[in-house]
């Protein structure tokens, strides 16, 4: 579907470069159709380097040969790019944008014919192949566009496609979630040395943890809350932990992250 595809990643910094090694992993795109650009040159050499990929300082360049355009510039500099690659985009392509806060039609406004545009918020886990994309379809992308966007996105992850009103939720979640998540991971790890265990074992610990809750919550189907009751036998050890985790307001706490994190989500392209 996608390795006889052209492919140019305009603005590949770190997002752009773990979904390059994504796709590669997965063995979707082949490298020679791919092409990057970069606000400068040291980071196309190391690009290069890295992946052998081409690389250019021309948007426009990168962008009239290919088949789908990733957009993983940074919010504030979208409006640049886009102005630069406007006249050259075809309704014939597909231009995916990753940008947070940057709405499809706001692209679409700014490009001089009716490219389909699709909006997608990616993790980083999508280096590991266990990433979480929302997608979302703007005016003039079709059901095939969607499903090319998805297959991209499913070869690095799960996918879910979503009414773009809940991007920058989608954002504030699971894009700036796996943040909080190393938070807790780190918190516990801190907490098995704190209770004698070495590091590395602690950390280990910590993250297989929070590996294997997350696979349970999404191959049980359960409500989370039925599987944490199911560790917590009656004056048992996990209740004490689940009452000093009540006390400190970790519920709380976490909404209030992915509350702030998703109204921050709605101004990053103006400031
Ligand atoms: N990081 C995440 O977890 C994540 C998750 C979901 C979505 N996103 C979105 O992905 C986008 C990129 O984020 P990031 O973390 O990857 O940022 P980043 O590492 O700063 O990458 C941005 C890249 O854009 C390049 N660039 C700057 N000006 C350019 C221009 N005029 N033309 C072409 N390229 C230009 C930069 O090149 P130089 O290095 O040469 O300056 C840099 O490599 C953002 O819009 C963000 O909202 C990020």
Same mark, same amino acid.
């Given at each position: 579907m996608l390795k006889d595809k052209k492919l140019a990643v305009l603005g590949a910094g770190k997002l752009g470069e773990t979904l390059i090694r994504g796709l590669l992993e997965a063995d979707v795109i082949t490298i020679d159709?791919?092409?990057?650009?970069?606000?400068?040159?040291?980071?196309?050499?190391?690009? *290069?380097?890295? /992946?052998?990929?081409?690389?250019?300082?021309?948007?426009?360049?990168?962008?009239?040969?290919?088949?789908?355009?990733?957009?993983?510039?940074?919010?504030?500099?979208?409006?640049?790019?886009?102005?630069?690659?406007?006249?050259?985009?075809?309704?014939?392509?597909?231009?995916?944008?990753?940008?947070?806060?940057?709405?499809?039609? /706001?692209?679409?406004?700014?490009?001089?014919?009716?490219?389909?545009?699709?909006?997608?918020?990616?993790?980083?886990?999508?280096?590991?192949?266990?990433?979480?994309?929302?997608?979302?379809?703007? *005016?003039?992308?079709? *059901?095939?566009?969607?499903?090319?966007?998805? /297959?991209?996105?499913?070869?690095?992850?799960?996918?879910?496609?979503?009414?773009?009103?809940?991007?920058d939720a989608i954002t504030?979640?699971?894009?700036?979630?796996?943040? /909080?998540?190393?938070?807790?991971?780190?918190?516990?790890?801190?907490?098995?040395?704190k209770v004698g265990l070495p590091r590395d074992i602690a950390t280990e610990l910590a993250a297989q943890t929070v590996v294997g809750a997350g696979s349970m919550v999404l191959e049980t189907a359960e409500h989370p809350a039925k599987l944490k009751d199911s560790v917590t036998t009656p004056a048992g050890c996990t209740i004490d932990g689940i009452l000093e985790l009540e006390e400190g307001g970790l519920r709380v706490t976490l909404i209030k992250a992915v509350v702030k994190a998703t109204h921050r989500a709605k101004e990053l392209l103006e400031t």
């Open positions: 159709n791919v092409m990057v650009t970069a606000g400068h040159q040291p980071r196309l050499d190391l690009l *290069k380097e890295r /992946f052998g990929v081409k690389g250019t300082l021309s948007n426009p360049a990168a962008a009239e040969g290919a088949d789908i355009i990733l957009l993983s510039v940074k919010p504030q500099t979208v409006p640049l790019v886009v102005s630069e690659i406007s006249d050259v985009l075809r309704p014939s392509q597909l231009l995916i944008s990753v940008a947070a806060s940057v709405s499809t039609a /706001f692209i679409e406004k700014h490009l001089a014919s009716p490219v389909p545009v699709i909006r997608a918020m990616p993790n980083t886990p999508c280096m590991l192949n266990k990433g979480m994309t929302g997608i979302s379809p703007g *005016k003039n992308a079709s *059901k095939e566009h969607t499903e090319l966007a998805k /297959f991209i996105f499913d070869s690095v992850g799960r996918t879910i496609v979503a009414d773009e009103k809940h991007m504030g979640l699971s894009a700036s979630g796996p943040a /909080f998540i190393y938070i807790i991971i780190e918190s516990l790890a801190e907490a098995g040395v």
